[in-house]
């Protein structure tokens, strides 16, 4: 994925480098790496879980796949990460899944908007993808207005192992 900027966030590329520091719980590291700082309570545990399912070795193995699309969100005037979008690896039904987080003190300014749909609209552009698709709790109303303001529409439910019904949004290829 390219540097992508919006008018007023930069979306900036996960490199093998910056996962493994924050694989690592390595901040200093991770923030060199991005040349940003982190929020305060960035790289932790749940991040990695939800963010970065695959194993170290696998992201070493094919890091253009399974780190296809994943960014960090920067504000666009200052060195400041304030979340992430992630697609889970490149897909090979062309169907990309995009999920993604934006850190407590930032939330309900349009960053998760802005950025997910700058995401969205770039994953549209690959031949190979014919649609994104995200999931969501019907309960999590903030994320069920990004969705929906990026476009996507109901299309499903998935049953989640643990957490139960989630529901699922789509957005195809013109």
């Known amino acids: 994925m390219p540097l992508i900027q919006t008018p007023r966030l930069r979306l ?79 897909p090979t039904d062309g169907i990309a899944e995009v999920a993604y987080s934006i850190e407590e003190s930032s939330r309900c300014q349009g960053f998760a908007a802005e950025a997910v749909g700058a995401c969205v609209d770039w994953a549209l552009t690959h031949p190979t993808i014919s649609a994104v698709q995200a999931t969501t709790f019907p309960w999590h109303i903030a994320s069920l207005g990004v969705i929906r303001r990026v476009g996507m529409v109901h299309v499903g439910e998935r049953d989640h192992d643990t957490l139960g019904e989630l529901l699922v949004f789509e957005r195809r290829k013109s």
């Open 12 to 90: 900036v590329p996960i490199t093998l480098e910056a996962i493994e520091a924050v694989l690592d719980h390595d901040k200093a590291r991770a923030e060199a790496a991005v040349g940003a700082q982190f929020p305060d309570a960035w790289p932790n545990d749940d991040l990695v879980a939800l963010g970065f399912p695959y194993s170290r070795a696998a992201l070493r193995a094919s890091p253009e796949t399974r780190l296809w699309g994943d960014s960090l969100v920067l504000l666009r005037d200052e060195p400041r990460v304030v979340g992430s979008v992630v697609f889970h690896g490149h």
